[in-house]
């Protein structure tokens, strides 16, 4: 496939296409990826430097494309983090222009809001643009179960809750949903699942937590399951093969004792995923 990604970029570490680019590559397909900032490190260290690109800069390098008449060859749509509110009006315009060369591609959005622990960590004006303008527009998202909770304003908790706030989500737009980061309180103690739901039915897996905080998995992730997705059409699949990558690079990372994602390191979990976990369809 040929997937426009349209993140942020670091230059020391892994998050938004700094992480994304690299694994949909190591599984064969052409990225091409459009910065919205392009900082020394990603914020979680408390301090950075470099440029947020202004939206027009971003456009540009979008209508840049759109003019070498590349745009109608583009399968798949990504975005994820958003530093300001003006970098929606971009993304929104690229699926258009996308989607008009290409009816069949796709747009997957990751709404990057904050979690559980933590709360909302963007800018106040991010989150209802995401939930009244973005996701709706979106035919696959992977929100965690708290950015779930906000966009359908229920407070998705047991599997139940859980998959009613998805069947709310799709309601909207999106006819898949991948949700990170579900914790059920009846879940053995050690563990997390992610659960993914489309028209075929809704499945969970469950992997041990593993006790760090990774920057960029979310990405990764996000990123993993839209080619899974696209390229196979089974929600089951993807997630399977999704979740054994990202553990894998997990337990890498922590196996390495660095703070960031060990990438490259992990290249062969990408490529050939060892699908070492249960998925369980519920519905």
């Not at 530093?83 to 996308?98: K, P």
């Amino acid at each position: 496939m040929k997937i426009l990604s349209i993140q942020s970029s670091v230059a020391y570490g892994h998050v938004g296409n700094s992480a994304a680019v690299f694994p949909l590559q190591r599984l064969g397909h052409e990225v091409w990826p459009v910065f919205t900032v392009h900082f020394s490190n990603h914020t979680g260290y408390g301090a950075w430097r470099g440029p947020m690109f202004p939206a027009s800069d971003v456009r540009d390098v979008i209508v840049g494309m759109q003019e070498r008449g590349v745009l109608g060859q583009v399968d798949a749509v990504l975005s994820g983090y958003q530093g300001g509110s003006d970098i929606a009006d971009v993304i929104l315009e690229a699926v258009d222009m996308v989607k008009a060369e290409n009816p069949s591609a796709t747009y997957t959005c990751d709404p990057v809001m904050g979690n559980a622990k933590s709360g909302c960590f963007v800018s106040d004006l991010i989150p209802p643009l995401l939930r009244d303008r973005v996701t709706p527009k979106a035919d696959i998202i992977t929100p965690n179960q708290f950015e779930l909770g906000y966009l359908t304003n229920t407070d998705p908790t047991d599997l139940e809750s859980t998959l009613a706030s998805v069947d709310a989500a799709r309601e909207f737009g999106p006819g898949a949903v991948l949700v990170t980061s579900v914790e059920r309180p009846d879940r053995p103690d050690g563990t997390i699942e992610m659960l993914a739901v489309d028209d075929e039915g809704a499945w969970i897996v469950q992997t041990p937590h593993l006790p760090l905080k990774a920057n960029g998995s979310g990405d990764v992730t996000s990123a993993l399951f839209t080619a899974h997705y696209r390229t196979s059409g089974s929600a089951a699949e993807a997630l399977g093969k999704t979740t054994s990558s990202v553990f894998d690079l997990l337990q890498l990372t922590l196996d390495s004792g660095e703070r960031e994602l060990q990438l490259v390191e992990a290249q062969e979990a990408y490529a050939h995923p060892r699908e070492q976990f249960q998925v369980q369809q519920v519905r």
